[in-house]
């Protein structure tokens, strides 16, 4: 018969239920202090590597200037970052008016989607405009709400 089911907080709290072989591995598992009285001692802080005071040295003693050769600065800027894809508000083709692009989200059927995404590979492939996904449904949306009179 199986022994009644108590919660991890009663158990714990009644050791004289519990068998010599369970005590003995919840006292393993119990940390031991390192010892009976720890002292803490506060580090110490390292003193800073001296700095060396810089050493004036006077025109005369100094080797001459090279004004005959420029001196030429290593090319240090960097080039701007070309955006990838279109900026927001931008349209695919040249030539075509400027509409601004809004984000929204729909769920549409799993087979709609993946005929979506072939028409687009292959248009693109062919370098058919438009080709891009979302340009490709807008076109089609944009049809069929003529169509529809809207």
Not at 92 to 105: D, I
Request: aromatic share 4%.
């Amino acid at each position: 018969m199986k022994p009644e089911r108590r919660s991890m907080t009663a158990a714990l709290q009644s050791p004289a239920d519990l068998p010599p072989e369970a005590l003995a591995l919840i006292k393993a598992g119990t940390p031991k202090p390192l010892s009976s009285n720890p002292v803490v001692t506060p580090p110490q802080a390292e003193s800073p590597a001296p700095v060396p005071s810089p050493v004036a040295i006077s025109r005369e003693s100094a080797p001459p200037a090279a004004d005959s050769l420029p001196v030429q600065q290593p090319n240090t800027e960097v080039p701007p970052r070309r955006p990838r894809g279109r900026p927001k508000g931008a349209v695919s083709r040249v030539g075509e008016e400027a509409v601004r692009l809004v984000g929204t989200s729909y769920r549409l059927p799993e087979d709609l989607v993946f005929r979506v995404m072939k028409a687009s590979a292959e248009r693109k492939i062919r370098r058919i405009h438009p080709w891009a996904q979302q340009d490709v449904v807008a076109e089609a949306l944009n049809a069929w709400l003529k169509s529809a009179g809207y």
